[in-house]
């Protein structure tokens, strides 16, 4: 009976391990909850609006309620304290300010996306990285900076 016991204790224990063990760096997509969006295209894909969530790093979905995320509409993510974001191949168009104003060091973004400045000039993002995306023939990839006190970002 003690060895049972003693045997059903340590299955319980493993057991939750597993399920509490976090899936960090899993590259899984943050979930669809945490994005307003609405239909763009005539209702063949999808435009983030805003940013529910309160992560700090997020993985954007390529698709949303079924329908590809082609777009990201303008200060959609804006001030949300973001530190790394990936942007899904699927997305095309950034618009205005939509990243401004966060704390961003890392952004992996897919080739060719248009980065929509305002009336004023400004881009969806204010800290060098529109420069950097566009000098390098806007080419897919990850792209790093070593701290928010610069503007000099790097593509890996």
């Known amino acids: 009976m003690k060895k049972k016991t003693i045997l059903a204790f340590a299955l319980l224990m493993a057991m939750t391990c597993i ?31 805003e940013y529910e969530g309160d992560k700090w790093e997020i993985n954007i979905p390529s698709r949303i309620r079924g329908l590809s995320v082609t777009h990201i509409g303008d200060v959609a993510f804006y001030r949300k304290n973001l530190t790394k974001v990936t942007i899904p191949n699927s997305v095309t168009y950034i618009g205005t300010g939509a990243f401004e104003e966060n704390q961003l060091t890392s952004i992996t973004i897919g080739s060719n996306v248009e980065l929509k400045r ?9 800290d060098g990285f529109f420069q950097t995306y566009n000098n390098s023939g806007r080419a897919a990839g990850t792209y790093t900076r070593p701290s928010t006190n610069t503007r000099d970002w790097t593509k890996n």
């Not at 305002?118 to 204010?126: E, I, L, V």
Request: charged share 30%.
């Open 19 to 49: 399920v509490c063990t976090p899936k960090s760096g899993s590259g899984k997509a943050d979930p669809e909850s945490d994005f307003k969006v609405e239909p763009v295209d005539g209702g063949k894909s999808i435009q983030i609006k």
């Open 118 to 126: 305002d009336a004023y000039g400004d881009p969806p993002f204010n």
